[in-house]
């Protein structure tokens, strides 16, 4: 059964114009982030990608051998985080 518990809650202006400014300003600074290429790494080689994960890169050869897909081009083995994060959530039990 799902319950739901409502608090009223009421803020004076000054702390609604406070909250708005610092999303605003996380939303900014987020937007540079990606115009800059901040923090975007779409590509991991496998010892970033058992990093991402939190895994020893033996188990990271598991999770490949499991169908955790990568990109070869020329011998370099690259696996991107959408792949790692979608194969992730088809292990959800």
């Given at each position: ?12 202006e000054s702390t609604i114009k406070g909250f708005e400014e610092m999303f605003s ?66 292990k959800r039990i």
């Amino acid at each position: 059964m799902d319950k739901q518990l409502y608090i009223p809650l009421k803020l004076e202006e000054s702390t609604i114009k406070g909250f708005e400014e610092m999303f605003s300003q996380i939303a900014q600074k987020t937007l540079e982030d990606i115009y800059r290429g901040n923090n975007i790494q779409p590509y991991l080689n496998k010892k970033q990608a058992s990093e991402y994960i939190g895994i020893s890169f033996n188990t990271l050869k598991k999770f490949i051998d499991d169908g955790l897909p990568i990109i070869d081009v020329a011998g370099v083995q690259m696996i991107r985080k959408i792949d790692i994060d979608q194969f992730l959530e088809t292990k959800r039990i």
